[in-house]
């Protein structure tokens, strides 16, 4: 076994992938959970997916058999939402994503220029009017949208984006993130991000040390995708845990530089791992 799993207090746990599938638990992962919590460790969970307010993900963990409180979970949208009141509270914000993203950042006191406004479907935004285009996972992505973040784009305006996922793991396969509108908008523009708030950003680690409260040699991240999950726990000085229950298989654990410290089928296998 590998000698530094011994000094673990922190877990931080990915959800989609790691700890379920759509709307079923990961087999095991309640149990596992459980039996950390019971050794007084702390789990937190952290998910690149804006699509639900904190709040639901708790709810839908607690429901799943893995009672959770909102102050627990950490969403892209949430660091993003943190991060933009602190340093740019006044910018007008130009959202691709879905209603519960756009009412996460008006939360924070932030404007989002809402196209829906006017209430007629010819109405247009003018993109002088936008400081700054928000990209996330969107199911209503359309043309109007891609033209209008492009025009304010080009412009001038701020690229922010709440997570760099391609794709998001479903139990009949993945479906596209809001990673593949930002490749398109990178690739009209020319432009990366001027911030990326979910894993790996060091944006999400600032918030996470702060929750947990530990060194980051004492915390472990449990997740199913490398360049997010593993990278940012690596970065971060973290021990990481790669789990096969989602987007990253074996064979793509073997390719990597730097190998996670722990592989294992499901978290379910995790707590005879630590000591």
Known sequence: MHHSLLN????????????YLGE??????AAAIAELRQRGKKVLFVSNKPLEPRASYAQKLTRLGIPTEPAHVI???YVLGRYLAKHAPTQRLYVI??????SELRTNGLTVVDELLAQDEKAVIE?????????SFDRTLDYRKLNTAYQALIGGAKLYATNGDLTCPM????????GATLAALQVLTGRSPDVLAGKPST????VVMELMQLPAQRCLMVGDRLETDIQMGQQAGMQTCAVLSGVSKAADVEKLAQRPDLVLNHIGELPAQIC
Not at 203 to 206: A, F, I, M, N
């Open 8 to 19: 673990i207090d922190g877990f931080l746990f990915d959800l989609d992938g790691t700890v």
């Open 127 to 135: 993109p002088a009017g936008i400081d700054a285009v928000v990209v």
């Open 203 to 206: 944006l999400t680690v600032e």
């Open 75 to 77: 969403t892209s949208g």
């Open 24 to 29: 079923s638990a990961i087999p095991g992962a």
């Open 97 to 102: 994503g879905e209603a519960n993203l756009v």
């Open 171 to 178: 139990p009949g396969g993945a479906i596209p993130d809001a």
